[in-house]
C-alpha cells in the first residue's frame, strides 16, 4: 500500500511539472509568421519590393519592424508606418499608412 501511495506521488509530481513546462512554453512570444514560415518583415520585404509609392520607391534597406508595425522610408525621405495583418489565408495585409513624423 505504501508502495502504490510514493508511486502516485511521483506520477503526480512528473505530471504537474510536464503541464507546467508546457505551458511555460507557450508564454514566450515568437515571431509573428504565417503558414508558410515567412514572417511580417519577410512577407512585407517582398511584397513590396517593387512598388512604386506616390512618395517613390521605399528603400529597403530603410524596413524594419518596431512595436509589431513595419516602418520604412521612402524615395523622398518621408517615413511610414503600416500595420500588418493575417489574411485568412495565411498571407499578410499591410493597413492604416501613417506618416512617422
Not at 511521483?10 to 515571431?31: I, R
Not at 509568421?33 to 512604386?52: E, H, I, P
Not at 509589431?68 to 493597413?95: H, M, S
Amino acid at each position: 500500500m505504501n508502495r502504490l501511495l510514493t508511486q502516485g506521488r511521483s506520477f503526480v509530481l512528473v505530471l504537474t511539472s510536464l503541464v507546467l513546462v508546457t505551458g511555460l512554453v507557450g508564454c514566450f512570444p515568437k515571431e509573428d509568421r504565417n503558414s508558410r514560415g515567412v514572417t511580417t518583415l519577410d512577407a512585407f520585404k517582398s511584397s513590396q519590393a517593387r512598388v512604386q509609392t506616390p512618395y517613390g520607391k521605399i528603400k529597403m534597406e530603410t524596413v524594419k519592424e518596431i512595436n509589431g508595425q513595419i516602418e520604412y522610408q521612402t524615395a523622398d525621405g518621408r517615413t511610414w508606418r503600416v500595420t500588418p495583418l493575417r489574411q485568412v489565408n495565411g498571407a499578410f495585409k499591410f493597413t492604416d499608412l501613417q506618416e512617422v513624423k
